[in-house]
């Protein structure tokens, strides 16, 4: 056997996609389970079954796990949407969140503390899960542009994405109810939609 064969033979075979994604659902599992403090990678090993080793070599720390988690399993792909018009697009991104409200509503309101407490999470949720996740968004907005309904970026679309999330979060403090879809599209016919065309 020559060298390079050799190293062919032992060099691990990469990970497949779905097997990836059954590892990220596996993690979510456990952090709705046990909460983000207690959240062990030998936990998430447990359910995934596989070794601690695995989840390692794909994500080097809790941190970086839980945000890619969240990233994989997220239920709106903003970038996959494109109805013809930003209305459309709006409520068809807003009544995917609604599908996902009753437990990533909990899920994400629970991780904001450790958010606060931890740096590397702070970081990791931000650089992997929300900042392309606000670039998808605002490429709503973008496409709109492209179509002309709208002349040019609106300030308001810098804003689409903490105003979006903060109404989905704090309906269950405001009116002890999860935002379900009525509510959301409520939310962007009176409240979003006018700040992006009036802007």
Known sequence: MTGGTRGAALRRPRMSPDRALELLNAALDALREVGYEALTMDLVASLARCSKATLYRQWPSKPQLVAAALYATRPVKAADINTGTLRGDLLTMVELVATHAQKDTALLAA????VLADE????????TLLEPACVELVGLVDRAVERGELPTRPAASSFLPQLLLSAVFTRPLFDGDIADADYLTKCVDHALLPA????
Not at 111 to 114: E, F, Q, R, S
Not at 120 to 127: D, F, G, K, P
Not at 196 to 199: A, C, G, N, R
């Open 111 to 114: 991780l904001g503390h450790a």
């Open 120 to 127: 590397e999470l702070a970081v990791a949720v931000r650089t």
């Open 196 to 199: 992006l065309l009036h802007s």
